[in-house]
Nanobody, 119 residues
């Protein structure tokens, strides 16, 4: 059974930092991009960042320069280091695995972890 399990969310003051983790299990994810989306109350889910299978990284404009994504393939884990957090970063953050090539389901999602940034 494939699982993506997020951790590391919480409450932090503006300007603070958090590190999210997503531990994946149940299959090999070497052909998947792994990344993060977020959804704030009343808004649609939006892309935040991804670490692709070729080790390139992608970031939403709103988080560039503040967030860093990195991946430990040996642990099947992807991390999102979030610095200089702003109240508008408040959302539920979801881990995503997206198949880029080869076999497997197209998408897997975690259950989400809440990040709240107070002003």
């Amino acid at each position: 059974q494939v699982q993506l399990v997020e951790s590391g969310g919480g409450l932090v003051q503006a300007g603070g930092s958090l590190r999210l983790s997503c531990a994946a299990s149940g299959r090999t994810f070497s052909n998947y991009a792994m990344g993060w989306f977020r959804q704030a109350p009343g808004k649609e889910r939006e892309f935040v960042s991804a670490f692709r299978s070729d080790s390139s990284t992608l970031y939403a404009d709103s988080v560039k320069g503040r967030f860093t994504i990195f991946r430990d393939n040996a642990k099947n884990t992807v991390y999102l280091q979030m610095n200089s957090l702003k109240p508008e970063d408040t959302a539920v953050y979801y881990c995503n695995a997206n198949r880029e090539y080869g076999l497997g389901s197209s998408d897997y999602w975690g259950q989400g972890t809440q990040v709240t940034v107070s002003s």
